[in-house]
């Protein structure tokens, strides 16, 4: 993992550092607020796609069925492409009109950090799912997933990378780990605890294959520990590609556990729930000033 930054406490809305960082701390109805802009963001993003999608030549379906695979990724790909792109025009919105600060406290950059933490990212997922999900599958616990699909594995293992890291990795990273932690405020505790129990609440109306309310439940605690995770691995590297690796590599994570006949359904939605929570609170302990972090900002606006 790459150095540790130091906390960065700051005294306003109008900090122009780059993220992260522990801005001034909004109140409880400026985080119900930016809660909901997070929520609506993550829908409004998939817009620009979802019309491309629909224009004339871009159904994949006849291509498909003619075995023109690279033709049917790269007519999912380059719609997907547009998801984070439109993710960060709504960033630099919500910075510019909501938070009064510039695109870079946001923290969505390429430097020397991003893909060394974005290597550290995926790995810590793929330790944390796949062994779980083929030891569970060895011993019959849980559902071993049959693949019916028909693609090559070349194809598979493409798809499953632009959908991980591209469409849902970057996007929601961005929006959930790069504007709203710094939006919300205060210490790296509070933003971590903030955005995680908010990403794990919008999983409520995601479709998890629960058959139950407790699975449900298991469901969305799971989604809220994977969220403290992530934002502990970004303030500790100081990049949002470790929270978009360990994002993207949860789902190449699944897909390898699948190909390796891994068991998954909610007992292992239970192991990853502790292994996630650890790694956060493991993380979160060895972040710098942390004896410290929830005494600096103050509350604004």
């Known amino acids: 993992m790459t150095e540790a930054i130091s906390p960065q406490p700051t005294s306003g809305a109008t900090d122009h550092q780059v993220g992260p960082i522990q801005t001034t701390a909004v109140g409880r109805w400026g985080v119900v607020l930016r809660l909901v802009l997070a929520f609506v963001s993550g829908l409004v993003v998939y817009g620009p796609a979802l019309l491309l999608l629909k224009l004339p030549g871009m159904d994949g379906k006849a291509d498909a069925l003619a075995g023109n695979w690279t033709l049917v990724l790269l007519k999912l790909g380059l719609p997907i492409a547009t998801i984070p792109l439109a993710a960060v025009g709504v960033i630099w919105l919500l910075n510019r009109f909501v938070d009064h600060r510039r695109f870079a406290v946001s923290g969505i950059r390429f430097d020397r950090r991003s893909f060394p933490a974005l290597l550290v990212g995926t790995a810590i997922s793929l330790i944390v799912i796949v062994p779980a999900a083929v030891v569970l599958g060895r011993l019959g616990v849980g559902e071993v997933a049959e693949i019916t699909s028909h693609e090559p594995l070349w194809a598979a293992t493409i798809y499953t990378l632009i959908l991980g ?3 849902q990795g970057s996007t929601e990273e961005f929006i959930w780990r790069g504007w709203l932690s710094q939006s919300v ?5 509070r933003q971590a605890i903030i955005t995680s129990i908010g990403f794990g609440l919008i999983h409520i109306l995601s479709n998890g294959g629960h058959d139950s309310f407790g699975e449900g439940a298991l469901y969305v605690l799971n989604a809220a520990a994977f969220g403290f995770a992530a934002a502990t691995l970004y303030f500790a590297t100081g ?3 470790a929270a978009v690796g360990i ?3 949860l789902h190449l994570a699944n897909f390898l556990a699948v ?10 939605n239970l192991v990853t729930l502790v292994l996630y929570g650890l790694v956060g609170v493991i993380v979160m302990r060895r972040l710098p000033g ?8 103050g509350y604004a606006r």
Do not use: N
């Open 165 to 167: 890291f591209l469409m």
């Open 185 to 189: 405020g205060g210490s790296w505790r």
């Open 239 to 241: 990049s949002i590609w």
């Open 247 to 249: 994002h993207g590599g």
């Open 259 to 268: 190909m390796l006949g891994g068991a998954l359904g909610w007992q292992l």
């Open 290 to 297: 942390r004896d410290h972090d929830d005494a600096a900002p």
